[in-house]
């Protein structure tokens, strides 16, 4: 699975196997019932804390990925953006969407020529997932 986290490109495998694999500080039992709210409260937490996490830390990116894309059965894309102005987590805005592997796949053969924008990402997702996806 190919998973776009803002403007990376993950290749992920099986999402569940990529997030229980991560080395992530939860356990097993807490990640399997985990929910897709508190997954997408994690990706708030965390770009908060760091707006760029996806090229900043490419291995909490990756399992955040794996988990919203385990979590919702149909995301394979998730845009997370910090405001200048904001108190807290709850003001990260996160939308998620379902897209098709050919754009992925020329996303990602961008990316791996070090050619991949967040305008790039943007135009070829965002500026056409539906509003009814934002999380």
Request: hydrophobic share 50%.
């Amino acid at each position: 699975m190919l998973f776009l986290f803002n403007d990376v490109v993950f290749s992920l495998g099986d999402p569940e196997r990529a997030a229980l694999s991560a080395g992530s500080p939860l356990g097993e039992y807490a990640l399997k019932t985990m929910s897709l709210g508190k997954a997408v409260r994690l990706v708030r937490e965390a770009i908060h804390e760091d707006p760029l996490l996806a090229r900043n830390a490419p291995e909490k990116a990756r399992f955040l990925a794996a988990l919203i894309g385990w979590k919702s059965e149909d995301a394979n894309a998730l845009l997370a953006v910090r405001p200048s102005a904001t108190r807290g987590p709850e003001d990260v805005q996160v939308r998620v969407a379902s897209v098709g592997l050919v754009v992925l796949t020329q996303l990602k053969s961008l990316q791996d020529l070090d050619m991949l924008s967040a305008r790039a990402a943007n135009d070829a997702v965002w500026l056409h997932a539906p509003q009814r996806l934002r999380a």
